[in-house]
C-alpha cells in the first residue's frame, strides 16, 4: 500500500445519449478534473468511452484503464478495483448515466473506500431524480426514492396504492423509475389504481431537446393521455408544498369546537 492512498472520485454521466451540449451539463472545472485521470471503474464502458472522447484528446485516450463494475460483480472483486487507489493512483468512478451510486452498483465500491481510508470525492453533474423533484412542484422537503417497481403487474399496482396511501399520511413525495421500454405500462398502471386527484409527475428526456416535465392530477392525465415512449423517466407521485395532510382538517375542527363549548360553559350562571 502506498504511503497516501489516491482519491476515488465520482464522475457524473450525461443522462442521455441525446443530451446537449457537455458544457451544459456538466461544469468546465469537473470535466478537467475528469481529463485528467487514467484510471476508471465504470458500469458501462461504452458510455464511458463517449464521455472521455469529449474531455480528452487521442493520446490521453490511449492511456485510460477501465475495470467494470455492475450489478454482476460479486463483492470479492472490490479489493482489486480499488487496488490502484491504494497503490496512491487516482481513480474514477462513473455511472452509466447520472450521478454514481443512486440507482446504480457503485455503492459498495463507495463503501468499500472509505472502510480502506480512500478519500471519495463527488464531482458536480446531473442528478435526474433531483431535477425531476426540483421541477415537479410537488413537496422536496421530504421524499423518497423507491428505485423499480415490482415487474408482476398485481405486484405493482399493489406498490402504487401503499404508495399513495404512504403519501397521504405523512406528505413525502415518492420517486421510481422504470426501464424506458416499459414506462407506458407503468403509466397506465399509475392512471388506471391512483385516486383522481393524487398528483402524478412523469420527467422525461431530461437535459435533451424533447425535455418533458408535467405535474397534474390523475384525473387530469386520464383527460389528456400522452405516450412517454422509450427515454429515461422519472415518476412522481406526492403533493404540492403547503397542501394540508389527509385527515388533518377534520381532525381540528372537533379540537375547536369542543374548546368554545368549554368557554360558554364558564360563562353559564349557576
Not at 238 to 258: I, N, Y
Amino acid at each position: 500500500m502506498a504511503e497516501k492512498p489516491g482519491t476515488l472520485y465520482l464522475i457524473p454521466n450525461v443522462l442521455n445519449s441525446e443530451a446537449g451540449p457537455l458544457e451544459l451539463v456538466i461544469p468546465s472545472a469537473v470535466m478537467a478534473r475528469i481529463g485528467g485521470l487514467r484510471r476508471f471503474v465504470v458500469e458501462g464502458e461504452r458510455a464511458a468511452w463517449r464521455l472521455l472522447a469529449k474531455v480528452m484528446d487521442k493520446e490521453a485516450l490511449a492511456a485510460v484503464t477501465m475495470d467494470r463494475l455492475d450489478e454482476h460483480t460479486p463483492m470479492e472483486a472490490l479489493p482489486g478495483l480499488l487496488a490502484p487507489a491504494l497503490r496512491g493512483e487516482d481513480l474514477g468512478l462513473m455511472s452509466e448515466a447520472g450521478l454514481p451510486c443512486i440507482a446504480d452498483p457503485g455503492g459498495a465500491l463507495v463503501a468499500a473506500a472509505h472502510a480502506a481510508g480512500i478519500r471519495v470525492v463527488p464531482l458536480t453533474g446531473p442528478s435526474s431524480l433531483l431535477l425531476a423533484l426540483s421541477a415537479s412542484g410537488l413537496d422536496g422537503q421530504r421524499f423518497t426514492f423507491l428505485g423499480y417497481l415490482p415487474q408482476e403487474r398485481m405486484a405493482r399496482r399493489a406498490a402504487l396504492l401503499a404508495m399513495e396511501r404512504a403519501v397521504r399520511s405523512d406528505g413525502g413525495t415518492r420517486l421510481f423509475i422504470e426501464t424506458p421500454y416499459r414506462n407506458d405500462k407503468l403509466l397506465a398502471d399509475c392512471l388506471e389504481v391512483l385516486s383522481i386527484d393524487t398528483r402524478l409527475c412523469v420527467a422525461a428526456g431530461l437535459t435533451t431537446e424533447a425535455e418533458m416535465v408535467r405535474q397534474e392530477s390523475v384525473a387530469q392525465w386520464r383527460s389528456r393521455p400522452c405516450v412517454i415512449g422509450k427515454v429515461p423517466a422519472v415518476f412522481l407521485v406526492g403533493r404540492p408544498p403547503g397542501t394540508q395532510l389527509e385527515g388533518h382538517a377534520s381532525k381540528a375542527k372537533p379540537a375547536a369546537s369542543q374548546g368554545k363549548r368549554s368557554h360558554q360553559q364558564k360563562k353559564r350562571p349557576p
